[in-house]
Every structure is written in structure tokens, then in C-alpha cells.
């Protein structure tokens, strides 16, 4: 297996930097790649964390998850990349102050672009394109998320693609109790995703918790978020082994219902608890001054949704959103659900 100068053969663990692209300074962002080359044939499995660079739950359990895998026992290859955006993951940011731009918004990305258009383009020549299936996770940081498997909107539910329908086993295999799709035109477009799927690589996006305090408390989302790509792996016969999950159960929302941040910043207070029920115009948070107390923003909901809560600390930042809600689209029963995508 190559990816850039790098190779492992069969049985290797090889690790190195891929090299992608240089400022004008000389800063060169180069991207750590673990790669481990089975020592049989079988599909490839890319797992990445901290393409938001301070979203770093899912790079913990990746870095958890290859201390202790063999390629000598697995089928196929496993790429692990446990921070994609070192730019971002120094400032313990999302994006990349070199060019102030979203790495994760730019698949496929442009050979001759900005650093992170040119940092698009080597991951998604060099890693993605290798892959079959890509898990990438992201978190809270320092906004509150509750956690869930996140997966692109179908076309036609009712006429699923091969792709499709493996990445709905891949949702339920992973083993959370929650998954989530963005109805089209939620958040805009959706292009780098679709540069993904249009090169065969079927993906799962993962919010794992997040917070003030969540290192401190969030062992148990790192356990888990590990847990998944032993699953995942499993779901693709890569190695053997029972699948471990939350429950038989996973609640599949359809997360139609976005609450933006108004343009002003004060200290966010969520005054409504995950799953509950809201109708349109509900207030689901409060911004306030954090010096005087004064009440600067209600954050109502624009319509009917159960609440996948997201939120903020102080400061609050940019124009995202800041309340997540849905409807329940279906619930995924493990033991009647064919867990294996090859
Ligand atoms: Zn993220």
C-alpha cells in the first residue's frame, strides 16, 4: 500500500508525514498517516480525527486503536490519520488561519489553490481515494454536542444506491444509539461530501460529545468512539469479533430544523435537554451579557423539532448554527439488521 512516499507491505505498520503543501513562510502542514497493510486481501478502511482542528475526541481514540491493531491479522488495509488539520489542531481551532478556510469544505480540492485547497487535494489524491469506507470524526469541541452518527441525505430513500444502502448499515454497525441526516439544503451546499462519495468511498461522519470539561469526563466517549472502528471493521470483515453497540436500538433523525446564532455574542444557556419535544417558537437557549447578566438574545426554534442539542460556551463564535432539532425518521433494530457490508 502507497500512500505518497510512504509504504507498508503486507504485515507493516508504517507512519510518516504526507507531504502537502507550503505558505509563503515556509510553513508546511504536513498530514501524520499510520498506514497498516493486512497481510490478506480485503477492502480499506480510512479513519481520520481533527480535520476541525480542535475537535480532537475521535484523534484520542485513534491514537487508542493503534496501539493495538495487528496488521498481521486483519484483512485488507487500514489508513489512520489521527489529526488531519495540524494548522487548525495548533490553535485548537476548526479551520486553518493560513488562509482562514474549512479543509473539510474543499474535497476534492485545487492542485494550484490556497494551502488548504492544496492540502485538499493531496489528502483526497493520496488517502481518500484509497479508501472504501472513510470514518470521520468530529466533535463538540468547545461547543456541547451530544453524539451520533452523521451521514448524508439520500437521494430517494425509497430507491438507495449500493452506496447508499452500505452506508446504512455502516451507521448502525458503527454502535451508537443515535444517527442524524441533514435534509438537503440544511447547511448549504454539500459538495465535498458528494466529491467523496463520487469516487466509491462510502462515509460516516461522527459528533462525539464536547464541552467545557469534557476531557475530564469524556473517557467514555473516547471508549466508544474506538469501539466504532473495531465495528466498523468488523462490518466490513476485515476481523472477526461480535459487534458491541449502546443497545439493539439506533433513533435515526432527520435533523431538518437548524437554530442559528443571532448576530450578537454573549454567554450561551440551553434551557432544553436532548429529546425533548419543542414546538415552533419554543425558546430553546438564552444568550446573555456574561459581565452584566442582561438577557441579549432568545434563541426561539423556527418549527416543531425534538431537540439534538448543540450550543456554545462564551465566547460564542461566527455565524453557526447553535440548536440542532428533528423528527424521528425510523429506529434501526440491531438484531434484525444485517450488520456486514461486504
Ligand atoms: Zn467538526
New binding site residues.
Partial sequence: MKVGHLEAKPGEHVFGYLKTAVSRSGLSPEIPVHLFAGTQPGPTMLVQGA??GG?IIGSIAILNFIQKLDPTQIKGNVIAVPVVNRAGFELGE?GSRIDGKDV?RLFPGKKNGSVSDQIAYVYFEEVIRQANVMVDF??G?RTAYERYVLFSAEDDPNKLTDLEKMRRKLVVAFGLDQAAFFPPGTFGNNSAKEAIESVGVAQI?L?FGGGTGWFKNGADNVRDAERGIWNIMKSMRMIDGAFESDGDLCTVYNAGVVIWKPDVDGLFVRLKAFGDVLKAGDVYAHLIDPYTGELLAEMKTPKDGIVIPSGQEWPTVGATSIGILGSIDRVEDRRVTDLYVY
Fill in positions: 480535520i476541525h475537535e476548526r473539510s468530529h466533535a469541541a461522519t459528533e
